[in-house]
Structures are given as C-alpha cells and as structure tokens.
C-alpha cells in the first residue's frame, strides 16, 4: 500500500538557519503530495501541495519539489524563525478517486532565538 | 469561523467507561474523517465517510464506532474505553478540490 518516511526528528536550529525535512512516498501511479504543519495545541493545516512531477510547492517561505525520478518531496526553507517551530507532516494522496491522505510520522522543529 | 469543531476538547474516562467524540463541519464537505495521534506514530486513520449515509474502516479501527449523522456532523464512539485508546483524536474534512481541514483536538486520556 501506498506510504511516506520522513526523516525523524527532532530537529533543532538557530534563527535563520536554513531547513530541509526529507520525505520519501511509495505510491502506484502519480500522487498528490502534501506538507502539513501543526503548531502547539492545534489541528494540522495545510502548508503547500503539488499535484503532479515537477511541480513546486510553496508557502510562507517554505518550499517542496514533487520529484517522480526520486519518489521524493523534500520541505525547505531558507531562513527559518522562531515562529516556524512545529511539527511538520508529509503526506500523499492517491491517484484513485479516494480523498484519504497517508501521512508520515511527522518531524519535530524547534528554532531558538 | 468556518472549520471543523470538535467537542470536549480534553476528556479522562476510567477502563470500561464509554464516551462520544462529536464533530461537525460547516464547509458543505462530503468526505470526514477520524484520525488519532500519538507520539512517534504521526496520525493514523480510524474511520471515514466518504458521503453522507457510508463510513468505512481506516488503519486502526478496532475498539471504535462511527455515525455520520448527516453531512455535517460525524461522531466517533468508543463503548468500553482501555488504556491504549489514550490519545489525541483528530477529525477532518475534505471536499473534492479542497485539502484536508482539521479540528483542533479531543484530548483523551483513559486510566
């Protein structure tokens, strides 16, 4: 069945720093990739999305390439804030009708000041 | 605001006690979900509905009932809650070309 790995955490950096969160998928066909992210105390949101191979997410800063030759869907972010500390969520959607979204186990960010 | 609304949002039960997770939605969406959290395991389905009158099983459905009472609303029960059903329940809804929107949380902890 279809699956994502992210890269466990928690990861932690300074202001500014820049931040790369791996995400790998194993799907037949041509998912839907997405990130989410999940701020202390609430539910997920939707962070960016891509559709089909090649595509390039972004949002607020943050961005993730939809890559079919790696099976991949890397998150980054050039410079990141205090504010950007979370849990982040990669997760797909399948190529058939079904809306269900597999997500991975998330990946803790922490940036200090 | 439009979203998804979750009651209680923090809950203790003892083993054997039963409770009822409410959800509703006011986005005009079909499909609704029931997802838990925990730690280390991101978030696994419970339940979903795709429309109104059907619901079907995720992952990890065992210990755990559903009503979808009608478009809006989609509650999820557990009848004799155990220790292992301690978690972070989440529910969700999606439209065709719409993501997944989530409420904010059930805290559960069962002792």
């Known amino acids: 069945g279809d699956s994502v790995t992210q890269m466990e955490g928690p990861v932690t950096l300074s202001e500014e720093a820049f931040l790369t969160i791996n995400c790998t998928y194993t799907?037949?066909?041509?998912?839907?990739l997405f990130w989410y992210v999940q701020y202390p105390g609430e539910g997920l949101q939707l962070l960016l999305k891509?559709?089909?191979?090649?595509d390039k997410g972004s949002n607020k800063g943050f961005e993730a390439t939809y890559r079919k030759e790696t099976t991949s869907f890397h998150l980054e972010k050039g410079s990141v804030q205090v504010s950007d500390s979370a849990v982040y969520f990669c997760a797909l959607k399948g190529q058939g009708g079904s809306e269900k979204l597999v997500f991975g186990k998330g990946t803790k960010l922490t940036v200090n000041p | 605001n439009a979203g998804v609304t979750q009651t209680p949002k923090f809950q203790v039960l003892k083993t054997g006690q039963s409770m009822t997770l409410q959800c509703a939605q006011d986005?005009?969406?079909?499909?609704m979900y029931w997802y838990r959290q925990d730690p280390g395991m991101g978030l696994r389905l419970i339940y979903y509905?795709?429309?109104?009158?059907?619901?079907d099983k995720g992952e990890v459905p065992n210990g755990y009932n559903v009503s979808r009472l009608n478009k809006r609303e989609f509650s999820l029960r557990l009848e004799s809650a155990a220790p292992s059903q301690t978690s972070v329940y989440f529910c969700?809804?999606?439209?065709?070309?719409?993501?997944?929107?989530f409420g904010n949380g059930t805290r559960l902890t069962v002792t």
């Open positions: 509905s795709a429309s109104e009158g059907t619901t």
């Open positions: 799907a037949t066909g041509y998912p839907s």
């Open positions: 891509a559709t089909k191979a090649d």
């Open positions: 969700a809804s999606s439209g065709p070309n719409s993501p997944l929107h």
């Open positions: 986005m005009n969406h079909n499909s």
